[in-house]
């Protein structure tokens, strides 16, 4: 059983579209967390939920919003997808106390902007 | 300011060889110091970690870790290294005080040889 999914693995689409990127853990985890790696393989958050309440908002976009329609989902919506977007977004998990506990990283989604 | 560093962003080594992954953090309070590693077009796999007491963790595949206080460093070792060891590493920095929030370095690529 996969303990993190997300789909889809790969997205393809064109400046200007809206796209949302699905994130399931069957963990029991309560925090999640959305993480952008750019072509250079820089791994930065995005954002982190805990029990469906957001907790780290980094400096993202507006046109990014993530929704946890429960804590075993965190689903990440794009408006007007630009160039700059195409990159790997990371779906995470980790049980509580989660400064000092390890994530458990989904197999990614590629994401390509044209 | 929160920080990671990876100075190296390749290191080569024959096998059979001992291995180093250099890391060095700055962090508010009491670090907990991570290493993931990552296949290609895979997610992140958690590999060790520190949080407290002895320095030299032991963790996954043969890794170990030691956290050094006075130099502020992490560096991931292993006595004798595997072609399958060749991948991407990420050291990663948390602390109570920035509670979900992980810093990851930019990555060190490690080639193992025949």
């Known amino acids: 059983d996969t303990a993190v999914s997300q789909t889809p693995k790969y997205l393809v689409t064109q400046m200007g579209n809206d796209k949302s990127i699905k994130c399931e853990q069957n963990?029991?985890?309560?925090?999640m967390y959305w993480y952008k790696q750019d072509s250079k393989k820089f791994l930065k958050i995005m954002f982190s939920?805990?029990?469906?309440?957001?907790?780290i908002n980094e400096t993202v976009p507006n046109r990014f919003s993530p929704k946890s329609p429960d804590k075993a989902h965190l689903n990440l919506h794009i408006n007007s997808l630009e160039l700059g977007d195409s990159a790997v977004y990371f779906c995470?998990?980790?049980?509580?106390?989660?400064?000092?506990?390890?994530?458990?990283f989904g197999p990614g989604t590629r994401l390509t902007v044209l | 300011a929160q920080s990671v560093a990876q100075p190296e962003d390749q290191v080569n080594v024959a096998e059979g060889n001992p291995l180093t992954v250099k890391c060095t953090y700055s962090?508010?309070?009491?670090?907990?110091l991570f290493w993931y590693v990552q296949y290609p077009n895979r997610g992140l796999q958690f590999l060790l970690k520190?949080?407290?007491?002895?320095?030299l963790v032991k963790g996954s595949y043969g890794f170990e870790a030691e956290f050094n206080k006075s130099q502020t460093s992490f560096h991931l070792k292993k006595p004798s290294a595997l072609v399958s060891d060749s991948a991407l590493y990420f050291c990663?920095?948390?602390?109570?005080?920035?509670?979900?929030?992980?810093?990851f370095g930019s990555g060190t690529k490690l080639n193992v040889k025949p």
């Open positions: 990663a920095v948390s602390s109570f005080y920035n509670f979900n929030k992980f810093y």
């Open positions: 520190y949080i407290t007491g002895d320095n």
């Open positions: 962090v508010s309070g009491n670090p907990y």
């Open positions: 963990l029991g985890h309560d925090t």
């Open positions: 939920y805990n029990n469906k309440e957001l907790i």
């Open positions: 995470a998990s980790s049980p509580p106390g989660s400064s000092y506990n390890e994530q458990f």
